[in-house]
């Protein structure tokens, strides 16, 4: 059952508009945040952090790229 409260709280967010509601979304969290229903540690939230910036690598040629690294450095990669 919802308390008048909820409804009333329902309402004014249904009133905001769709642009804004990124903005009454951090300050939710940002409170929900205060009451410790999900709260990270720094390390957690680093790792957080982390996970959106990782990008996919395609699969490499180890070979190939141990034939480069020796070119670049020793200017010849046969060594067989």
Known sequence: M???LRK????????IPEDKLY????IMQGIDGLYGTERLTAKE???EEL???????PE?????EL???REEKYGNADIS
């Open 45 to 47: 939230h680093a790792f």
């Open 2 to 4: 919802m308390t008048v």
């Open 67 to 69: 034939k480069n690294y």
């Open 60 to 64: 490499l040629d180890y070979d190939r």
């Open 23 to 26: 903005f009454m979304i951090q």
């Open 8 to 15: 009333d709280a329902i309402a004014l967010l249904e009133r």
């Open 51 to 57: 996970e959106h910036l990782r990008k996919s690598v």
